[in-house]
């Protein structure tokens, strides 16, 4: 089993919609979870952070169910600007920093 | 801010060549580290470095070398190449360990043909 698990996608949706991921990681000690973003052929960069009541950053909220393991993104009116992969990543201690491969997301007009 | 800098961008090799990838950050980070990343796969950690004189092992570093003579500077060395490094290579770099913002260069595409 995969440290870190993604539905790879890719997921193909108009703009204006809403828009959910879910990632599924396996060590039940991990700290910290976060959602980064990687344009194509580019870096990845923090999107942001994942907290256990969930948050939100604009049109994006970010939910932690530390019981069943799982993290999730949800953009709402999507723009075609969202198009990226978003890579969900876990935090486990020391160095160890576990990127998942990544959900594709395209935003059509 | 510069951050994190690589080079080269593009790079081909040839089998059993050796370069070195160069990586610089200008935040005064004390963690480094080597990334690949391969198509459709997650972020593989090669090689780590928690401050300057201090490096270790990640997941992949068979086939890699690293030093960190600075606190700046992180060089990836590959010796030997073999086409199973083909990849995208990202050097980051993040303040201390604990979960925090990491850093990421631009990359740097290296095919071995």
């Not at chain 1, 052929?41 to 909220?61: A, C, H, I, Q, W």
């Not at chain 1, 993104?73 to 723009?79: E, F, N």
């Not at chain 2, 980070?29 to 391969?38: E, F, V």
């Not at chain 2, 500077?73 to 201390?96: G, K, M, N």
Request: some cysteine; charged content about 20%; overall charge positive.
């Amino acid at each position: 089993r995969k440290e870190v698990e993604q539905d790879p996608g890719p997921f193909n949706v108009p703009e204006g919609a809403t828009v959910a991921f879910n990632c599924t990681y396996s060590n039940s000690a991990s700290q910290s979870f976060f959602w980064y973003r990687q344009d194509c052929r580019k870096e990845p960069k923090l999107l942001m952070s994942v907290y256990s009541s969930g948050n939100e950053d604009g049109r994006f909220t970010a939910q932690l169910n530390r019981a069943s393991q799982y993290i999730s993104l949800l953009i709402r009116d999507s723009k075609l600007s969202d198009s990226a992969t978003y890579l969900c990543v876990v935090y486990t201690g020391g160095f160890k920093t576990i990127f998942g491969a990544g959900t594709r997301l395209f935003v059509k007009a | 801010n510069a951050g994190v800098t690589q080079t080269p961008k593009f790079r081909i090799l040839k089998i059993g060549q050796s370069m070195t990838l160069q990586c610089t950050q200008d935040m005064n980070h004390n963690y480094m580290y080597w990334y690949r990343q391969d198509p459709g796969m997650g972020l593989k950690l090669i090689y780590y470095s928690v401050g300057a004189g201090i490096t270790d092992k990640g997941e992949v570093p068979n086939g890699y070398n690293v030093s960190r003579s600075t606190t700046e500077d992180f060089p990836l060395r590959l010796e030997l190449a073999a086409p199973s490094q083909t990849s995208v290579y990202f050097c980051a770099s993040t303040i201390q360990g604990g979960g925090n913002t990491i850093y990421f260069g631009e990359g740097s595409w290296l095919t071995v043909v």
